[in-house]
């Protein structure tokens, strides 16, 4: 009886990857939800996710690129700032730490530390009121009821993402004339774009958004944004967190009797769950 033979390495190969693949294939055939099953599901996570305040809980670091252009699009101006951001009595705050690549002069640092002094004062002023019930800003966005009534919504699909099934769903105004009941709703009745929703846990892994027509800020007192492209994206930590970990955007407009044409970029990164160890290194700078 002859040696058995074996399988070259190559077909071995194929096979382990047929059946690695060969679940995904099958999840990728499954039919896809509703567009309404998705939102509701979305809307309660993001309501979930609010109630566990994980921005409070976590420190990281956020490097931010602001560039000012010309009407021709070439560069005026450009920062360049890296923050340390963590809470203080449970709000973010951001630390400049490095300015252009370079530490902060010393006269930075003044200011840095007088603007922190001044920021936790305030907090501790607020805190020696009595409770009362949390008021909606003007210009708080969530993702609620309320402001996904205002689109219509068309599932383009699954695409993968970071290694994670999500769906794809592109959105628009449903009408030209949506009621106005906040500041922020100027600006949120005239944007469309897609957003790529986890299929696991329903968190808006990535979104794009543009302005369809221009919105005037203040009845055009202050100014008049005429474009806007954004983008962001968050990130799943170990423990089931997500967090902003990158923006990017262009806009151009007016403010006041100043064109404005910027470029901007934002990246996260470094995310630590905040330990008493780490509450007790958030010192003032320079202490």
Do not use: C
Request: net charge positive.
């Amino acid at each position: 009886m002859g040696r058995p033979r074996r399988t070259p390495p190559a077909v071995g190969l194929l096979i382990a990857a047929g059946l690695v693949l060969w679940p995904r294939a099958l999840a990728a055939q499954e039919p896809l939800p509703s567009v309404e099953e998705i939102l509701r599901k979305t809307i309660e996570r993001a309501q979930w996710a609010e109630e566990q305040k994980f921005d409070s809980k976590y420190a990281y670091r956020q490097h931010s690129v602001q560039e000012e252009l010309d009407n021709q699009g070439k560069l005026k101006k450009r920062r360049d700032t890296v923050y340390q951001v963590f809470p203080i009595e449970d709000v973010p705050y951001r630390r400049a730490v490095l300015k252009d690549g370079q530490p902060l002069s010393a006269r930075e640092l003044k200011e840095e530390q007088k603007r922190e002094r001044k920021f936790r004062a305030a907090l501790a002023k607020e805190k020696k009121k009595p409770p009362q019930p949390k008021k909606k800003d003007d210009d708080d966005i969530e993702f609620n009821e309320e402001v996904a009534a205002k689109y219509h919504f068309t599932l383009l699909g699954r695409e993968t993402l970071e290694g994670r099934p999500v769906f794809v769903l592109a959105f628009e105004p449903k009408a030209k004339d949506l009621p106005v009941r906040r500041r922020i709703d100027n600006f949120l009745n005239r944007v469309a774009g897609k957003l790529w929703i986890d299929e696991q846990e329903h968190e808006i892994a990535r979104g794009e958004v543009r302005l369809l027509e221009p919105v005037r800020l203040w009845s055009g007192v202050l100014g008049t944004l005429r474009r806007l492209e954004l983008l962001w994206e968050q990130a799943r930590l170990e423990d089931g967190a997500w967090l902003t970990r990158h923006v990017a955007g262009e806009m151009s407009g007016r403010v006041l009797f100043k064109s404005l044409n910027l470029r901007l970029n934002s990246e996260y990164a470094d995310f630590q769950k905040v330990t008493p160890e780490i509450a007790r290194r958030q010192g003032l700078p320079g202490e």
